[in-house]
């Protein structure tokens, strides 16, 4: 594809309303949003997030696939352009481009059973996932959830995560680092910690990653010890954005665009590209 062959539509944000805003930690702001028309996404895309005249970011779709135009998105207060949406209400309107990147093939999941390791925020995208596989069980293996933050006030998403843990085909690991001498329901530990206990059906297992990079070096060690080849782990990278559709190069690793053939990677798929990672 030339530049000249870019579709307009994918460069022209269209405005969303906000139908709820709220925080749901002190950091995170959660939105769910009406886009005029359909989004048609797949779990692990992202959208191009704006406030006019302040700016632009990629913010992960945080909702399964839906067909009514809306989409739910959880923005962690960063910087400037995030800063201004935490100021966002019901009934105001935010920018959005896409959806973009690779995102995940419910079909390759079909059958297996699922370990979702998530640290922090990585829990956004990868509810995407995680949502449509819990709502068709037999469709599905056994699924793993293990999800860490550092105290129990970082927690997101936690009544889904509550809810969660009650399905017959699930189970729920939350973990803190500390539990700050807050009340806590769950565990203490690293997200690490948890997967010398799984039972693993080697040949039959894929796990998906998404977090801070330096929890991937010691999740993907952790699987390793326990026999899962790098072909079965998925990492959910996020890199620097600007264009979302592979043009101008801010997320490029090597040959690699993650905005385009990523944020979704096989771990094999970046072997090759040890800055990935960093
Ligand atoms: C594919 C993808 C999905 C993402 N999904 C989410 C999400 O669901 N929710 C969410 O809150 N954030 C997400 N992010 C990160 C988000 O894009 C950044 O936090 C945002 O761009 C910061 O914009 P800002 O103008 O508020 O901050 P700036 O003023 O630009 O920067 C503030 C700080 O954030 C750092 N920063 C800027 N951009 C990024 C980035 N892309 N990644 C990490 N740090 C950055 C800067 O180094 C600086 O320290 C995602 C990023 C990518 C690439």
Redesign the pocket.
Known sequence: MTPMDVDPNVLTPRMARILEARDMTAQ?RFFHLQLPGALAHRPGQ?VMASIPGI?E????I?CGPRHDGQLE?????????????HRLQAGDFMGIRGPF?SGFRLAEFEGRDIIFVAGG?GL??LRSLIEPVLAEPRRFGRITLISGCRTPADEIYRERMQAWAGLPQARVVRLVNDTAHLPWDGEVGLVTAPIAELEIDVDNTLAVLCGPPVMYKFVIMELAARGLPNTQIFI??????RCGIGKCGH?QINHVT??RE??VFRFSELESLPEALT
Do not use: H, K, Y
Request: hydrophobic share 40%.
């Open positions: 995170e992202f700016g970011a990629p913010i992960s945080s998105l959880l923005v962690r207060n960063a910087g400037s352009l995030t800063r201004a949406m990147g925020l956004a995208p959910d990278l996020e890199r620097r954005m997320c993650c905005c990523g944020p």
